[in-house]
C-alpha cells in the first residue's frame, strides 16, 4: 500500500509564500505524474500543478500560473509546490496525488484530479487579506 502524506501548511497574509512538500512512501510511484490538488470550504476540488517526471513537463491551472512551482525530488521520496504571492483565493486544503493510472495521460488533463490512486490527507493553507 503507497502512503502519500503532506507538510507545509500554514496561516500567512497576503503576499506571503509557503513551500509544501509531499512524501511518498514507494519509489517506483516517484516516476509516474504526480500532482497538488486543493479544496476551498463550499467549492469543488480543483487541480493545482501536475508534474511529469519522466520528462520533467508541468502543467497549471490558470489562477496559479507565475506564482506556484511543482517540483520533485525521486531519491527523497518527495514532491513538493512552492507557492508564491499568496492570495486570500488560495485559502483552501491542499491534497497530494499519486500513481495516476497508465489509462490517463500525464498532462494538463490530469487536472481534472480523474485515474490517481493515492491520496494524502492533505494540509491546510490560510491566507488572510
Known amino acids: 500500500q503507497v502512503h502519500v502524506m503532506e507538510s507545509g501548511g500554514g496561516s500567512v497574509q497576503a503576499g506571503g509564500s509557503l513551500r509544501l512538500s509531499c512524501e511518498v512512501s514507494e519509489y517506483s510511484v516517484m516516476s509516474r505524474c504526480l500532482g497538488w490538488f486543493r479544496q476551498a470550504p463550499g467549492k469543488e476540488r480543483e487541480g493545482v500543478a501536475i508534474i511529469a517526471p519522466s520528462v520533467g513537463s508541468t502543467y497549471y491551472a490558470d489562477s496559479v500560473k507565475g506564482r506556484f512551482a511543482i517540483s520533485e525530488e525521486k531519491v527523497k521520496k518527495t514532491l513538493y509546490l512552492e507557492m508564491n504571492n499568496l492570495k486570500p483565493g488560495d485559502t483552501a486544503m491542499y491534497y497530494c496525488?499519486?500513481?495516476?493510472?497508465?489509462?490517463?495521460?500525464?498532462?494538463?488533463?490530469?487536472?481534472?484530479?480523474?485515474?490517481?490512486?493515492?491520496w494524502g490527507q492533505g494540509t491546510r493553507v490560510a491566507v488572510s487579506p
Open positions: 496525488a499519486a500513481g495516476l493510472t497508465y489509462a490517463r495521460s500525464c498532462s494538463g488533463t490530469a487536472l481534472s484530479g480523474a485515474g490517481f490512486l493515492y
